[in-house]
C-alpha cells in the first residue's frame, strides 16, 4: 500500500512514539487522523504534522470510551473519507507488583483500578478503535492494514501484570484479525518494541538509564524514528501480515 494521499488514523499521538509515527507518515504525504485525550499537546503534534504539507486533523478521544471512539470514527470519515490504515498506540502503564513485601509484611498489592486503567486503554482501547477502523475499510472495499503496538513486556516482566497481560492480548488480537479480516483485503500486525527514547526514558536517572541500556545487545536504546520506519515498512509491504515485528535491539532473544 502506498502511504501518499491515504488516511491514516494514530491514537496517541499527542506525544512519544505515536507523535513520531505521526509526523513519519505526514512526511510521506499520508492524510492524518490524530487522536489523543490530552488536547493540548495533540494540537502540537497536529502543528508538526501540518508543517509537513499533510493533510490532518486532532480529535480528542478516550479509546477506552465505546461512544467517544464511535463518534470520533464518524467526525474521521467526514472529514478525510474511507481509513486505509491505523495505528493503535495508545497506552498507558500502572506499575505494581501483584504483591509488595517488605521485611516478612505485605506493604502493598496492585490496586483494581490499576489493572483495569490499563486493560481499559492498552487492550480494550485496540479492539475498540481496531473494530471501527476495519468497518470502514470493509465498507470502502479498498482493504487497509491495523498495526498494534504491542511490547517484549507481553512475555511477562516483574511489576507488569496489568501491562503484560494487555500486550499479550494486543498480539493476539493482531493475529486473529489477520485471520478473520484477509478475506477483505485487511492486513493486522503488531509490533513489539523494547526501550525506545522517549520523554519518559530520556528523563530516568542516569544510573537508571545506564542499566537499561546495558542490557540491550546493541547497548543503546531505540529512537523513535526507528520505530516509525518499522511503522512505514508495514505499511508498504502488502505481504506482512499476521506476525509480531520484534523491534528491541536483540533485548530479547
Same mark, same amino acid.
Given at each position: 500500500?502506498?502511504?501518499k494521499?491515504?488516511?491514516?488514523?494514530?491514537?496517541? %499521538?499527542?506525544?512519544?512514539l505515536?507523535e513520531?509515527?505521526?509526523v513519519? +507518515?505526514?512526511?510521506?504525504? %499520508?492524510?492524518?487522523?490524530?487522536l489523543?485525550?490530552?488536547a *493540548?499537546? +495533540?494540537d502540537q503534534?497536529l502543528a508538526?504534522?501540518?508543517? *509537513?504539507?499533510s493533510?490532518?486533523y486532532?480529535f480528542?478521544c478516550? !479509546?477506552?470510551?465505546?461512544t467517544s471512539?464511535?463518534?470520533c470514527?464518524?467526525?474521521?470519515?467526514e472529514?478525510l473519507?474511507?481509513?486505509?490504515?491505523i495505528v493503535n498506540?495508545?497506552?498507558?502503564?500502572?506499575?505494581?507488583?501483584?504483591?509488595?513485601?517488605?521485611?516478612?509484611?505485605i506493604v502493598?498489592?496492585?490496586?483494581?483500578?490499576?489493572?483495569?486503567?490499563? &486493560?481499559?486503554?492498552?487492550?480494550?482501547?485496540?479492539?475498540?478503535?481496531?473494530?471501527e477502523?476495519a468497518?470502514?475499510m470493509i465498507?470502502? #472495499?479498498?482493504g487497509?492494514?491495523i498495526?498494534s503496538i504491542s511490547s &517484549?513486556s507481553?512475555a #511477562?516482566?516483574s511489576?507488569q501484570s496489568?501491562y503484560a %497481560?494487555?500486550?499479550?492480548?494486543?498480539a493476539a488480537l493482531?493475529a486473529?484479525w489477520?485471520?478473520? +479480516?484477509?478475506?477483505y483485503?485487511?492486513?493486522s500486525?503488531a509490533?513489539?518494541?523494547g526501550?525506545?527514547?522517549?520523554?519518559?526514558?530520556?528523563s530516568l536517572?542516569?544510573?537508571?538509564h545506564?542499566?537499561?541500556t546495558s542490557? !540491550?545487545p546493541?547497548?543503546?536504546t531505540?529512537?523513535?524514528e526507528?520505530?516509525a520506519? %518499522? !511503522?512505514?515498512? &508495514?505499511?508498504?509491504?502488502?505481504y506482512f501480515?499476521?506476525?509480531i515485528?520484534?523491534l528491541d535491539?536483540?533485548l530479547?532473544?
Open positions: 500500500m502506498q502511504i494521499n491515504k488516511t491514516f488514523v494514530i491514537t496517541g %499521538a499527542a506525544q512519544g505515536g513520531a509515527i505521526s513519519a +507518515l505526514a512526511r510521506q504525504g %499520508a492524510n492524518l487522523a490524530l489523543d485525550i490530552n *493540548e499537546r +495533540l503534534t508538526a504534522c501540518q508543517q *509537513e504539507g493533510s490532518c486532532a480528542t478516550d !479509546v477506552a470510551d465505546e471512539v464511535e463518534r470514527f464518524v467526525s474521521i470519515e472529514h473519507g474511507p481509513i486505509a490504515g498506540n495508545a497506552g498507558i502503564l500502572r506499575d505494581a507488583m501483584l504483591v509488595k513485601v517488605k521485611e516478612g509484611e502493598d498489592r496492585m490496586s483494581l483500578e490499576q489493572w483495569q486503567s490499563v &486493560i481499559d486503554i492498552n487492550l480494550t482501547g485496540v479492539f475498540l478503535c481496531g473494530r477502523a468497518t470502514s465498507r470502502s #472495499g479498498d487497509g492494514v498495526i &517484549i507481553r #511477562g516482566n511489576g496489568n %497481560a494487555a500486550k499479550a492480548g494486543v493482531s486473529t489477520a485471520r478473520e +479480516l484477509a478475506r483485503n485487511i492486513r500486525v509490533i513489539a518494541p526501550v525506545f527514547e522517549t520523554e519518559m526514558v530520556a536517572k542516569p544510573e537508571a545506564e542499566r537499561i542490557a !540491550v546493541l547497548q543503546r531505540g529512537a523513535v526507528e520505530l520506519h %518499522a !511503522v512505514e515498512f &508495514i505499511i508498504e509491504n502488502d501480515s499476521g506476525r515485528l520484534e535491539g536483540g530479547r532473544l
